[in-house]
Every structure is written in structure tokens, then in C-alpha cells.
């Protein structure tokens, strides 16, 4: 019983060691809060994808929709590709939607509006961003041979993740809240014989915080 | 050894020749068949008939794509199945019926009674992964070209069209997932562009405006 203990306890302390340090800065700027949270209205978190070097990537905004959910279990995240096939093509990055005055074009087709209506989708999240990796150093080097094989090096990166959410009010066609999210973070990778990654969960907490600033906003338990 | 070879049991030269093919298969280039699932579009059907005709170009489309150097390697993406899927849930859901011919509309061909016939056409595709860019995305652009004839092949209208997909480099994901994946967001590109250039395109603007109504058809004629 101890050594089954043990062998659980002795990798999670070490996987909790292994990771590297992230820095992270939240900023929020709300404009019109719904003081009793959304109700039974949905809300849609949806990436913008009209940059041509990056790419919000998709499951970022499902882990955002996640951390949401699962703290408010009242808060109904519509998935973002369930949203983009329903409503298609209107939320493709060529169609979609720049302002929020758009929207009232769009509600000019009539299944559209129909669709919104019938999904209850009180607020659209917008989130624009992308983690990249940056400075770059180290080398490492790996062998096989009859006796084994292995590595030896030693090489660090930066991740850095950077997005901003912005949120849309679909009855008032208007914006009412925006929140921005910086994270940084160091990663080591030491090789003797096996390579030991020590990763900056930069992603998870970039994650993490607008997630939380998402959930004060629509909730009424935050 | 040559002797050995020649009179080895059936299973070694089984073994032989499926190892030289694995070999032989690492050569080869990489190949994509693009696979998808596409939504049907939300919009009022327009009140026409609308044939569509694929030719074999565009039913089985492929892209190759040499390597320049000893690094790089060969592609093959065949989009076909993929484009033939995606028209069709989009024109089904664009037009109020969708007829598929089997031959080109022309002078003397017998052609089902519609108002209007497609032929689409993918004049070019390019594609571009992180290796050739140095920029984490991987990209898939294509142009095409539609034809809108009538019965008798007589042009309506033609026009061009481009269509654009990227998906970044993610984590355990490889480069064939990723391409597919791409030219998946093209493809749905390319219907979401269809969709709200189609009655734009002046050509096909003036042609609803002044098209001659068909009479209404009987019963019989519908079922046929």
C-alpha cells in the first residue's frame, strides 16, 4: 500500500517541479456587465482567423469554453465548430462579422435569425491571438547503437502567448466588454542519456486568466 | 545467394518483396486525400433547377508537386472526392433543386429540364507548409473557374474565384493531417465565397433579372 502510494506521489511531485515558470498580466476593460449573470441565454466563443501569419488556434477556444463551463455549470458554451456549421457560411473568416453593427445585416437573412434565436445566444466572445515560441537556444544530441542509445544537450526556448477577447452583446448589437491577456514563459529541455522536458504551461494559464476574467463577467456566482 | 534466393520458401520471398515495396514506399511521395464533413449552408434556397455538371478533372482533381531538393519531398493531394462533396451539400442546399448530368451540356444532348448549368472547375491549387515558409501555418489556396451555360451549352455566365485555407502547426498533428485539415478550411471557403458572390457576379445578376420563366411543370415531368 505505502509503495503504491509512493510511486504515485513521487512522479506528481516531480511532474510539479518539472515545470517551468510563467508569467502572466490580465487586463480588463468592461463596459456594460450583466448583473445577475446570463440567465439561460447561450454564450459562443468563436477565434479569429483573418491574420495571414498566425492562427487562433481551436483549442485554445475550446479550453476557454471549458474552463467556463466548468466553474459555472449554469453557463451553456456552445462549441465553436457546432456554432460555425450551423450558422454556415456566415461565420467563416471570410464572411464573419468585424463589427458589431454587422450583425444587423446579418439578421436580414431570415434562417440566420431564426438559427440565433433558436441557439438563445446572448453573447459572442471573439478571442484574437496565438502562443509562439521565440529565442530558441541549446543544441542536443541523440545516438543509437548495439549497446543502447541516448541523448546528451541541453536547449531552452520561450513561449509566449498573447490574445485578446473581445465580447459582443447580440440583443444590443454592441460591444461590452474586451479583456487581454499576456503570458510568458521559459522552458528547459536537459538531456543526459534521456531528455527531460521542463515545459511553461504558457498556453494553459493564458488560458486560465481570461477564462477567469470571461467568467466575472457572464456568471452571477463571480 | 542469387540460388538461394531462387529456390526460397514462398513466405521469404513474400518477406523479400514486402520489405523492398516498404522501402521502396518510403520514396514515394506524400500523398493527401482529402477528407471532410461540410455543413449544409443557412440561407433561402434561390426558386431554380440548377444542373451541375463534374468533369473528370474536377471529380478526380489532384495536386502534385515535385521536390526541388534532396530535403523535401513529394506531394500528391487529391481533392476531388472532397470538392465533389462539398458542392454538392452546398448547391443542394443553395438552390431549390440540384439535377447531376453525365455529360456536358451541348447542342443536341438531351439534358434534364433545368434552368441553368454549372461546371465548376479548379484552375490551380498551390499549398505551403511550415518547411517552406518558415511561418507556422500550413496554406492551401485555390482559384476557380465557373462556367454557367444553359441547356444547350450556350454561356451565361463565367467567372473565377479563389479560395483560401490555413491551419497552424499543432502539437502530434503531421503534415498530411495538417494539409488535409487546410484544404478543408479552403473547401469551406470556397462554398462561403460560392454562396454570397453567386447572385453578385454580373453576368448571372442579369441573367435572373431577365431569364424567361419556365413553365410550370406537370406532375409527371416532375417525377420523371
Same mark, same amino acid.
Given at each position: 500500500?505505502?509503495?503504491?502510494?509512493?510511486?504515485?506521489?513521487?512522479?506528481?511531485?516531480?511532474?510539479?517541479?518539472?515545470?517551468?515558470?510563467?508569467? +502572466? %498580466? =490580465?487586463?480588463?476593460?468592461?463596459?456594460?456587465?450583466?448583473?445577475? #449573470? &446570463? $440567465?439561460?441565454?447561450?454564450?459562443?466563443?468563436? @477565434?479569429?482567423?483573418?491574420?495571414?501569419?498566425?492562427?487562433?488556434?481551436?483549442?485554445?477556444?475550446?479550453c476557454?469554453?471549458?474552463?467556463?463551463?466548468?466553474?459555472?455549470?449554469?453557463?451553456?458554451?456552445?462549441?465553436?465548430?457546432?456554432?460555425?456549421?450551423?450558422?454556415?457560411?456566415?461565420?467563416?473568416?471570410?464572411?464573419?462579422?468585424?463589427?458589431?453593427?454587422?450583425?444587423?445585416?446579418?439578421?436580414?437573412?431570415?434562417?440566420?435569425?431564426?438559427?440565433?434565436?433558436?441557439?438563445?445566444?446572448?453573447y459572442?466572445?471573439?478571442?484574437?491571438? +496565438? %502562443? =509562439?515560441?521565440?529565442?530558441?537556444?541549446?543544441?542536443?544530441?541523440? #545516438? &543509437? $547503437?548495439?549497446g543502447?542509445g541516448?541523448?546528451? @544537450?541541453?536547449?531552452?526556448?520561450?513561449?509566449?502567448?498573447?490574445?485578446?477577447?473581445?465580447?459582443?452583446?447580440?440583443?444590443?448589437?454592441?460591444?461590452?466588454?474586451?479583456?487581454?491577456?499576456?503570458?510568458t514563459?521559459?522552458?528547459?529541455?536537459?538531456?543526459?542519456?534521456?531528455?527531460?522536458?521542463?515545459?511553461?504551461?504558457?498556453?494553459?494559464?493564458?488560458?486560465?486568466?481570461?477564462?477567469?476574467?470571461?467568467?466575472?463577467?457572464?456568471?452571477?456566482?463571480? | 545467394?542469387?540460388?538461394?534466393?531462387?529456390?526460397?520458401p514462398?513466405?521469404?520471398?513474400?518477406l523479400?518483396?514486402?520489405?523492398?515495396?516498404?522501402?521502396?514506399?518510403?520514396?514515394?511521395?506524400?500523398?493527401?486525400?482529402?477528407?471532410?464533413?461540410f455543413?449544409?449552408p443557412?440561407?433561402?434556397?434561390?426558386?431554380?433547377?440548377?444542373?451541375?455538371?463534374?468533369?473528370?478533372?474536377f471529380?478526380?482533381?489532384?495536386?502534385?508537386?515535385?521536390?526541388?531538393?534532396?530535403?523535401?519531398?513529394?506531394w500528391?493531394?487529391?481533392?476531388?472526392?472532397?470538392?465533389?462533396?462539398?458542392?454538392d451539400?452546398?448547391?443542394?442546399?443553395m438552390?431549390?433543386?440540384?439535377?447531376?448530368?453525365?455529360?456536358?451540356?451541348?447542342?443536341?444532348?438531351?439534358?434534364?429540364?433545368?434552368?441553368?448549368?454549372?461546371?465548376?472547375h479548379?484552375?490551380?491549387?498551390?499549398?505551403?507548409?511550415?518547411?517552406?515558409?518558415?511561418?507556422?501555418?500550413?496554406?492551401?489556396?485555390?482559384?476557380?473557374?465557373?462556367?454557367?451555360?444553359?441547356?444547350?451549352?450556350?454561356?451565361?455566365?463565367?467567372?473565377?474565384?479563389?479560395?483560401?485555407?490555413?491551419?497552424?502547426t499543432?502539437?502530434?498533428?503531421?503534415?498530411?493531417?495538417?494539409?488535409?485539415?487546410?484544404?478543408?478550411?479552403?473547401?469551406?471557403?470556397?462554398?462561403?465565397?460560392?454562396?454570397?458572390?453567386?447572385?453578385?457576379?454580373?453576368?448571372?445578376?442579369?441573367?435572373?433579372?431577365?431569364?424567361?420563366q419556365?413553365?410550370?411543370?406537370?406532375?409527371?415531368?416532375?417525377?420523371?
Open positions: 500500500m505505502n509503495h503504491t502510494l509512493l510511486r504515485l506521489i513521487i512522479p506528481g511531485v516531480f511532474l510539479t517541479l518539472a515545470t517551468g515558470c510563467v508569467t +502572466s %498580466t =490580465v487586463d480588463e476593460m468592461v463596459f456594460d456587465e450583466p448583473s445577475e #449573470g &446570463i $440567465g439561460d441565454a447561450t454564450v459562443v466563443i468563436l @477565434g479569429r482567423r483573418h491574420a495571414s501569419d498566425y492562427e487562433t488556434e481551436p483549442d485554445f477556444i475550446e476557454v469554453g471549458k474552463h467556463i463551463a466548468a466553474r459555472d455549470k449554469s453557463i451553456e458554451v456552445i462549441g465553436e465548430l457546432e456554432f460555425l456549421n450551423a450558422l454556415y457560411p456566415w461565420f467563416e473568416p471570410r464572411t464573419a462579422p468585424l463589427k458589431p453593427s454587422d450583425i444587423d445585416k446579418l439578421m436580414l437573412q431570415r434562417p440566420v435569425a431564426q438559427k440565433l434565436t433558436a441557439l438563445k445566444t446572448e459572442l466572445i471573439w478571442i484574437d491571438g +496565438s %502562443t =509562439v515560441r521565440n529565442d530558441s537556444a541549446g543544441s542536443m544530441a541523440c #545516438g &543509437i $547503437g548495439p543502447g541516448g541523448c546528451f @544537450g541541453f536547449g531552452t526556448w520561450s513561449n509566449d502567448a498573447d490574445y485578446e477577447a473581445t465580447i459582443w452583446d447580440f440583443t444590443d448589437r454592441a460591444e461590452v466588454g474586451r479583456v487581454n491577456t499576456k503570458a514563459g521559459q522552458s528547459y529541455m536537459p538531456a543526459v542519456v534521456i531528455p527531460i522536458p521542463i515545459i511553461a504551461p504558457v498556453q494553459g494559464t493564458a488560458c486560465d486568466g481570461i477564462g477567469e476574467q470571461l467568467l466575472q463577467f457572464l456568471s452571477g456566482h463571480y | 545467394m542469387s540460388g538461394s534466393m531462387i529456390f526460397a514462398d513466405w521469404r520471398r513474400a523479400v518483396v514486402l520489405g523492398a515495396l516498404a522501402l521502396l514506399a518510403g520514396c514515394g511521395p506524400t500523398e493527401v486525400v482529402v477528407k471532410g464533413s455543413p449544409p443557412l440561407l433561402e434556397p434561390l426558386p431554380l433547377t440548377l444542373g451541375v455538371w463534374y468533369g473528370d478533372d471529380a478526380h482533381h489532384e495536386f502534385s508537386d515535385e521536390a526541388t531538393g534532396r530535403s523535401g519531398s513529394s500528391v493531394v487529391k481533392s476531388g472526392e472532397a470538392q465533389v462533396q462539398m458542392w451539400t452546398l448547391l443542394t442546399g438552390f431549390d433543386r440540384l439535377v447531376h448530368l453525365d455529360d456536358r451540356p451541348g447542342p443536341g444532348q438531351v439534358t434534364p429540364v433545368v434552368d441553368a448549368v454549372l461546371i465548376p479548379v484552375d490551380e491549387l498551390q499549398y505551403a507548409i511550415p518547411a517552406h515558409t518558415n511561418v507556422k501555418v500550413y496554406e492551401i489556396w485555390m482559384r476557380y473557374r465557373f462556367e454557367l451555360v444553359t441547356t444547350d451549352g450556350q454561356p451565361i455566365a463565367e467567372w473565377t474565384m479563389s479560395a483560401y485555407g490555413k491551419t497552424p499543432a502539437f502530434m498533428q503531421s503534415d498530411q493531417a495538417a494539409v488535409n485539415l487546410a484544404a478543408v478550411v479552403a473547401l469551406r471557403d470556397a462554398g462561403a465565397n460560392f454562396a454570397t458572390l453567386f447572385t453578385r457576379v454580373p453576368a448571372v445578376r442579369d441573367w435572373l433579372q431577365h431569364r424567361p419556365r413553365r410550370p411543370r406537370h406532375a409527371a415531368e416532375v417525377q420523371l
